[in-house]
T-cell receptor, first 116, second 109 residues
Framework: EAQVTQNPRYLITVTGKKLTVTCSQNMNHEYMSWYRQDPGLGLRQIYYSMNVEVTDKGDVPEGYKVSRKEKRNFPLILESPSPNQTSLYFC???????????????FGDGTRLSIL | KQEVTQIPAALSVPEGENLVLNCSFTDSAIYNLQWFRQDPGKGLTSLLLIQSSQREQTSGRLNASLDKSSGRSTLYIAASQPGDSATYLCAVSGSRLTFGEGTQLTVNP
């Protein structure tokens, strides 16, 4: 089954404790992206990747890092999490360049992070 | 900077009604527009994608239209059912994918 898998689904942690949210897709998609969803602000893009070893900032990259060492994986790293990063996070993937194509993005089920 | 607005923010209708959800965007230089459905605790599911050269797309009871020059799209849902209850999001693809805040739809039996 074609899917985007995020782990963990839920995480409560404390300020400053490094964490990684993993994202894996089994569709051989080139384009992958991370979003955060907040009430009143909607979905905002954090980082995206056009292909292996190619990443770029989205609208709200501050406080986050990503890497794309393999095509299927695109982890989101919070080196020193802060309470303002408490949010619902989504990973997405699509073929080719994603938003330039006629192919829709596939989303994971989300990761709810609470930073105390 | 692209801005996407969805009206109404919430909508409650009785089962069987036909309904229209609206999406407007400020920059008409887009590649495509997508409508997504989001269920509680779940990710987004793509419903329809309209390329910038197209005027509409249909899938089952759903029909989405796009008027790029006026910066508007509508999602028409025919004969609504309780299972249609969800949040519907539109997103436009320009230099990046920009989402609206969504319309929360409740279809009452």
């Amino acid at each position: 089954e074609a899917q985007v898998t995020q782990n963990p689904r839920y995480l409560i942690t404390v300020t400053g404790k490094k964490l990684t949210v993993t994202c894996s897709q089994n569709m051989n998609h080139e384009y992958m992206s991370w979003y955060r969803q907040d009430p009143g602000l909607g979905l905002r893009q954090i980082y995206y990747s056009m292909n292996v070893e190619v990443t770029d900032k989205g609208d709200v990259p501050e406080g986050y890092k990503v890497s794309r060492k393999e095509k299927r994986n695109f982890p989101l790293i919070l080196e020193s999490p802060s309470p303002n990063q408490t949010s619902l996070y989504f990973c997405a993937s699509s073929p080719v360049t994603g938003f330039h194509s006629n192919q829709p993005q596939h989303f994971g089920d989300g990761t709810r992070l609470s930073i105390l | 900077k692209q801005e996407v607005t969805q009206i109404p923010a919430a909508l409650s209708v009785p089962e069987g009604e036909n309904l229209v959800l609206n999406c407007s965007f400020t920059d008409s230089a887009i590649y495509n527009l997508q409508w997504f459905r989001q269920d509680p605790g779940k990710g987004l599911t793509s419903l329809l994608l309209i390329q910038s050269s197209q005027r509409e797309q249909t899938s089952g009871r759903l029909n989405a239209s796009l008027d790029k020059s006026s910066g508007r799209s509508t999602l028409y849902i025919a004969a609504s059912q309780p299972g249609d209850s969800a949040t519907y999001l539109c997103a436009v693809s320009g230099s990046r994918l920009t989402f609206g805040e969504g319309t929360q739809l409740t279809v009452n039996p």
